[in-house]
């Protein structure tokens, strides 16, 4: 089991305003002139970032890593650098140079309401009707992504899908996650879709976490 946790005490200062720089630093560098170059200048800070992630209405706008394991960026910022605050990064089962059904990525559920602290918002029912919009870019290439499912599960008993045996199978788990949802909505999923997959803890136990998911906007291909 993945030990993404809810602090219950506040947060180092110093560790903090390292991290609140580091962010400003690397969103500064997300902000320059093309895609490309955006992404060039923020593996210059880490080679292991991958991506950015912005959730519409949260405090979620932060780089993206991946590690050869799920314990790395735990308690490490962007830089590598020890940090209570950890990094908010892709499951490494994942190949970011493959095309992948499901794109899961996890970060900590912080009491000041810093990476993914904020993702508990979408248990209210109108702030999941308003702020359904996600911007990700991996690799230098933006989309966007439109919410679709939030729920909770047991961590001890559950686990979060990474991949699917089929199409049938895909079908199937889009189904599930539409029905385990606390809030509908109107959004099509079909077999060649997209998902990205949101994961932090939730404070109603210590094995209790927050699933959203959300599927890609605009033309689809394929999937192959």
């Not at 895609?35 to 979620?60: C, M, P, Y």
């Not at 493959?98 to 979408?122: A, C, K, P, T, W």
């Not at 089929?166 to 889009?174: E, H, K, M, Y």
Request: hydrophobic share 35%; proline share 2%; glycine share 6%.
């Amino acid at each position: 089991m993945l030990s993404l946790y809810h602090t219950k005490a506040q947060p180092n200062t110093e560790q903090a305003n390292e991290s609140t720089e580091l962010t400003k630093e690397a969103s500064a560098v997300a902000k320059g002139p093309t895609e490309n170059e955006r992404f060039q200048s923020l593996l210059a800070i880490n080679k292991e970032i991958i991506g950015w992630l912005h959730v519409d209405g949260t405090s979620v706008d932060y780089p993206v890593l991946q590690h050869k394991d799920n314990d790395y960026y735990l308690n490490r910022d962007a830089s590598g650098k020890k940090s209570i605050y950890g990094s908010v990064f892709m499951d490494y089962r994942l190949d970011t140079n493959q095309e992948q059904r499901n794109l899961v990525i996890y970060g900590h559920n912080m009491i000041d309401g810093s990476m993914f602290g904020s993702l508990g918002n979408y248990k209210n029912k109108d702030f999941f009707a308003e702020h359904r919009n996600i911007n990700w870019g991996i690799q230098g290439k933006m989309s966007d992504w439109e919410i679709f499912s939030v729920y909770t599960i047991d961590a001890s008993k559950d686990t979060v899908d990474i991949s699917y045996e089929n199409d049938d199978a895909f079908l199937l788990a889009l189904d599930q996650y539409r029905k385990k949802s606390m809030y509908q909505a109107a959004v099509t999923l079909q077999k060649d879709d997209q998902i990205l997959t949101l994961v932090t803890c939730s404070n109603e136990t210590d094995d209790t976490r927050l699933v959203i998911h959300a599927v890609k906007k605009g033309p689809r291909a394929p999937f192959s």
